[in-house]
Every structure is written in C-alpha cells, then in structure tokens.
C-alpha cells in the first residue's frame, strides 16, 4: 500500500530554478529529512508547496500525450518494433499492464498525498503573515482536487483519501463513485478559489491564480455535464465562472493577437491562465513533450536528426487534411519539411508537430525543453463560454458564434455562421482539435460531448483500420499494480 498511503518524505530532487519567472518552485533539497523534522517554519512550508507544484511535470507526457493526444484520430501507429505504450493507447489495445497507466496513477496519488500530508501540517506552524498560510493551504486543496479530476475522468472509480491515513486504513478505503469525486473537487475547488490572489508578481509567477481555479472549476463541471454523468445542469454552474474571467481580459487575462508567439518559451508565463513549470539546463526539470516527437538532440533544432518516434507514431492526414491552407496555425502547429535518417528509410520525411519548439534553441538533452506547458488557456474558456450559450438556445446565438469567429479571425480564416444548433456543435469540434492540437485538451472534450465512439469509429473505417471501440474505451484500466496490491479492495473497470 505504499504506492497510495505513504506519507511525503520530502527526498526528492527539485531543481535550484535560476530564472526569477520561476523562482516560486525554488527549493533546496533536503538531506536525510523526514516529515517528522523537516516542517519547522514557515520557509520550509514554502518549500513543501513548490514539491507539491512539481508534481504537474509529468502531466504533459503521461496525461495530455499518451492518454489524451495519442487516443485521439490526430496520430496513428506506423508501426512498431516493440511493444510500446502509445501504440497500444492509439490501437485501444492498452490494458491493466501498461505502464502508461502505472506512471498515472501513481503520480496522481503523489500529488494527493503530498498535499494531504503538507495541509496536515501547516497549522503546527507560525506564520508572520497569516494571508500566506491561507494561500498556501487554497494552493494545495486546488492541487488535490485537480489531481482527483485527472483521476476520475481517466478511471472513474478511484479512491478518495483526503488526509494523511495509515497502512491499516489505507487497505480499507475503495473505489468511490465518480459522482462522490466529483463532488469532492467542485467542493474543493469553491472554497478556495477567493483565497487565491487574482495575479502573483514577477517571483511568483505561475502559482495558480483566482482565475485559474474558476477556469478549471468550469472545466469541471462541463465534464459533469457530460459523459459519464450527463448531468446537463452543471453547465448553470460553469456558466457565471466563465464570465467572470472573461472580465478580466486585457488585465488578468489576455487573448494575444499571435498564435505562434504564445507557444515559445521567452513567452511562458505571459498568456495562459495556467502552465506546468519547466526549465531547461540539466537540472531535471525539463520538458519532455517535444521529445516524444524528436527522438535526436543537436546543436539546435535546425540541425536535428533521426525522428525516429514521429516515423512510428505520426500526425493522422485526416488532421492535416482539416486545416483550411489560409488557417495560420498550421506552421504554428505542424512541420511537413526537414531532414531525416528515418529507421527504417521508407517513413522519413514525416510531418511532425513542431509546437513547443523553439528554431535555434540550444539543448544538452532532447529532454530538456525550457517551454511551459498551458493547463487552463483563454481559448479554452471562451469556447466552453460559447458551447454553453448555444446549448441553452434554441439556434446559436450571436454572441456564441462571435466567439468562434474571433479565434478563426486571429487564425486567418474567415467568420462562420452555423444556422443550427448542430452546425455550431460540428463548427466547435473543427476548432478544438486545431486550436488545441499537441496540448491534449482534444480527447477529453471528445469524451465528455459524446462525440468520441463516432468520430473515432468514422475514423477507423475510413483509414482501412479493423478497430471499432465502444464505451469501455472511453475509460481506461486499473492498473494491475493497484489491483494486486490488496486483491479483492479494487474492481477493475468493465471490459478489462
């Protein structure tokens, strides 16, 4: 039970962060520290946090790649030559073995547990301002709680533990309902977002904000209001968030005129509501996204070789082929051109995404990427704004679709103007998988519209694939680790 209840010893290696923008996740590490001796002041809580924080490292590779993007029609397998995780996630023949789910799970539950394990300690200590304990205390109940949503939309009957337990306790707690999850994180979510400051200054930038809990809370309840609870009500709740942030656009909220620009890292920091913290220059707190597409490291990207993993698991045509040729966020999204010693030679010259990747940048380690990565964008926000307003319409209303225009029109494509309710669903879909493609928000909304067993399916049978999934798929598997770890607690989701 280790891998679920263990209480944070506080040994792990966060990097020393030299640049100011992220110097919130600053923290020394610890050595041969316990949680008996380490939370002493108010310093050290700090510290805690920042681990907290750096636990949403992983979330791009592990969740939002493998388990979001690479389950989408926006890849395929070209083939494989061993057995490999993402080709079994994009074949849906991934089960309770793969590591994938493993790594998911487990970082998961670190987050949770670190949480739980700092929030049963900082009332022990003295604080000279009383305003920093209440946000540090928002910041980890709004990880928790976010954490659990990445659980329970991903394997929907998982435990809630919201508090430091022990082993004995820990072999007793079950699966609980998504619902009971769910209501847990909205719970979460709404007691603390006001005790967040709606922005940080220049050293605390990318703590989670006012606005990103209000964004992601929204988020929360769309996905209630859709698959698997179809709990259509929800979206009333979403609805007032969303208008609150949209608000603050031009202050605490900004929708940049350029889409290339918001994906480089000079500009981290600057225009999504809330990123995943990176930086680069060996010190273990790189991002690794770009490196599931590059598989070589040179001097610079102009001069990169051998991309080996876009030869296997490549971009689909049927996504190229969706984008208008006056739609600016294909460059922006896509390479179709450079040079390759592709394994075996037949696949070279593939198309890639290139998104995150800066031309010029120098890397000691294709691992190392210094580019944060958006959790929460305005996009997401005015487009959840929109889809709520023609849901409770009876045809779309102006408002909604002006939305819709104002993201084509920066992407150099011309206004819609979908007559039905239907045509703006369609219109929003064709959106979304190319406002958001490579950031893993595609799958999900598929998910909980109602709209992945079709556009998958449709998807499979024109491309010649023998696959047709169902509504198992759209759950994953246990993995069989948490399974054995106490036989008969777990029951494993159906059809696995």
């Known amino acids: 039970m280790k891998k679920i209840i263990s209480a944070i010893v506080i040994v792990t290696v966060v990097a020393l962060f030299s640049s100011c923008k992220k110097s919130f996740l600053e923290t020394v590490p610890p050595n041969n520290v316990t949680g008996e001796n380490f939370y002493r002041n108010q310093a050290d809580i700090k510290k805690a946090v920042s681990v907290v924080y750096a636990g949403l490292q992983p979330w791009d590779v592990d969740i939002y790649f493998y388990m979001s993007e690479v389950r989408s029609n926006n890849f395929t397998v070209v083939f494989s030559d061993a057995q490999r995780d993402w080709s079994d996630i994009s074949k849906f023949v991934a089960g309770p073995q793969t590591i994938a789910f493993r790594n998911v799970w487990r970082n998961g539950y670190q987050i949770v547990n670190r949480a739980n394990e700092v929030l049963a300690r900082i009332d022990g200590i003295t604080f000279t301002d009383e305003n920093l304990k209440k946000q540090y205390k928002a910041e980890l109940r709004f990880l928790r709680a976010f954490s659990y949503f990445q659980l329970v939309r991903l394997f929907n ?3 809630l533990v919201d508090r430091v337990i022990t082993p004995e306790e820990g072999i007793q707690i079950g699966q609980s ?3 009971e999850i769910y209501a847990f994180i909205t719970s979460e979510m709404n007691a603390v977002m006001n005790d967040l400051p709606p922005s940080y200054d220049q050293a605390n930038l990318g703590r989670a904000t006012k606005w990103a809990v209000k964004g992601i809370l929204a988020n ?6 859709g698959y698997p609870l179809n709990q259509k009500a929800k979206m009333n709740d979403a609805k007032p968030l969303l208008e609150e942030i949209m608000a603050q656009e031009g202050g605490a909220v900004k929708f940049h005129n350029n889409y290339k620009d918001m994906f480089t890292y000079v500009n981290d920091n600057k225009f999504f509501i809330f990123e995943v913290q990176y930086i680069s220059g060996g010190l273990g707190a790189g991002n690794q996204l770009p490196a599931q597409v590059y598989s070589e490291v040179s001097t610079s990207i102009a001069t990169y070789r051998a991309l080996i ?10 996504l190229i082929n969706s984008y208008d040729k006056e739609d600016l966020r294909f460059d922006a999204t896509i390479d179709t051109n450079y040079l390759t010693n592709a394994v075996p030679a037949a696949y070279g010259n593939t198309p890639y995404f290139s998104k995150f990747m800066d031309p010029g940048l120098v890397l000691i380690d294709r691992n190392d990427w210094p580019i944060n990565f958006p959790l929460l964008r305005y996009e997401d926000v005015m487009l959840m704004y929109a889809e709520i307003l023609n849901e409770q319409a009876g045809m779309p209303p102006p408002q909604a679709i002006a939305l819709i225009n104002r993201i084509r029109n920066r992407a150099g494509l011309q206004n819609i103007n979908p007559a039905t309710k239907e045509d703006f669903n369609l219109a929003m879909l064709n959106e979304r998988r190319k406002e958001f493609a490579f950031e893993g928000q595609y799958w999900f909304y598929l998910v909980r519209s109602g709209q992945a067993l079709k556009v ?10 023998n696959i047709q999934i169902d509504e198992h798929d759209l759950i994953y598997a246990i993995p069989e680790t948490e399974m054995n770890i106490y036989p008969g607690l777990y029951t494993q989701n159906p059809g696995y």
């Open 220 to 225: 929360v309840y769309m996905t209630m209001a």
């Open 456 to 465: 998958m399916n449709d998807f499979f049978t024109a491309t010649g694939q």
């Open 177 to 179: 309902e998504p619902a």
């Open 309 to 318: 993993e876009s030869t296997r698991l490549t971009i689909t045509d049927d």
């Open 157 to 159: 009957r998982v435990p």
